[in-house]
């Protein structure tokens, strides 16, 4: 009787061991498996069954059971196959390892182009991102049947000098990003002004400060910079030009500003393309638009603080991208007949 009951127990390890131990089949194709909050073992262990990832859903009741892992099985979203055995397949849910896509934000791309690059994705609706991040080139002191979006002024400091009626173009720190299917849209929103808040360190805050300037204020130059120039040295300048056409009450006169309100970028705009109406217009406005009018990079940002100083008040970027510097009218109007009619 005791040889048989020997035998029997070690049969049953062995088929527990079995089902425990060897995958379903060799097949490595994935599978989205999602574990739902609320769910338990019972609930999981079902899916997975009927998901043809395991056996017998029994059997991972019961190794969770002798691991002490059934209350640490992580809700979310996993890429399972049935090559997986259940100690791995537990061991995903036990540490979270849950399905993550890497978001690109490329530097001077504004709130419009984030949005449909997050709805491309299958990430969020463009709508989604907006009604959080802003709208783009929007004024809510005129645009009042829009949600305004939310405010984070009081978990970043660097968003105190932010007007209240702009959203956040300009602070969304462009970059690579890692997120999970589970994130809300203000998860993914914090990573990138988490970012920014790093990346603006408090050695820049004091300078920008004993200049008598605005975070929104360089922020805002910045994401003019990143859109008009392409190297540093020619931001640096840029900025000199800029923040001495101000100190002299002349427009800044940016084609990248009306390329924001008309959301079409464009070689050349037209006279009546620069008499558009609106607070973000640098030709019919004097100093800086209403706000940002892309997310700048690091570069665009020190250049805003730093810029370099030189005798040139006027500049234009040729078709092939290099940019023009003059000092008086006369020699502008001389470069535009030259590079650019």
């Known amino acids: 009787m005791k040889k048989i009951l020997i035998v029997l127990s070690i049969l049953l390890l062995t088929a527990f061991l079995w089902q425990i131990l060897l995958p379903v089949s060799s097949d490595s194709n994935e599978v989205v498996f999602r574990i739902e909050k609320g769910e338990g073992s019972r609930d999981i262990a079902l899916n997975l069954q009927e998901e043809g990832l395991i056996r017998w859903g029994p059997m991972f009741r019961l190794y969770v059971l002798l691991t002490a892992s059934a209350g640490e099985l992580q809700a979310g979203t996993y890429s399972l196959s049935e090559s997986m055995n259940i100690p791995r397949i537990t061991g995903k849910f036990v540490n979270g390892e849950v399905i993550r896509e890497k978001l690109t934000v490329i530097e001077g791309w ?33 645009a009042t049947d829009l949600p305004k979006p939310k405010d984070f002024s009081s978990e970043y400091s660097f968003l105190e000098s932010k007007p209240d009626n ?12 890692e997120v999970n ?19 603006l360190t408090l050695q820049l805050r004091e300078e920008i400060s004993k200049q008598g300037k605005t975070i929104f204020d360089i922020v805002t130059m910045a994401s003019i910079l990143e859109r008009e120039v392409q190297t ?58 209403l706000g940002p009018i892309s997310n700048p990079g690091m570069d665009s940002i020190l250049a805003a603080i730093y810029p370099k100083s ?32």
């Open 110 to 142: 504004n709130l419009k182009n984030i949005g449909y690059y997050l709805e491309n994705k299958g990430i969020f609706q463009a709508e989604e991102f907006w009604e959080v991040a802003g709208f783009p080139a929007t004024d809510y002191l005129q």
């Open 166 to 177: 702009v959203g956040l173009e300009g602070f969304l720190f462009p970059d690579t990003y």
């Open 181 to 199: 299917m589970e994130e809300k849209v203000e998860d993914v929103v914090r990573k990138m002004l988490d970012n920014f808040d790093q990346k």
């Open 232 to 289: 540093k040295e020619d931001k640096e300048i840029v900025s000199g030009i800029f923040w001495k056409r101000m100190k002299l009450q002349k427009p800044l006169e940016s084609c990248a500003t009306i390329a924001y309100i008309k959301g079409v970028d464009q070689w050349r705009y037209s006279f009546e393309d620069t008499r558009t109406m609106s607070l973000y217009n640098t030709y019919l406005n004097y100093g800086l638009p």
């Open 310 to 341: 030189t005798e040139y008040l006027y500049y234009l970027s040729t078709p092939e991208g290099e940019t023009i510097f003059s000092k008086t009218f006369e020699d502008h109007s001389r470069a535009k007949a030259e590079y650019l009619e």
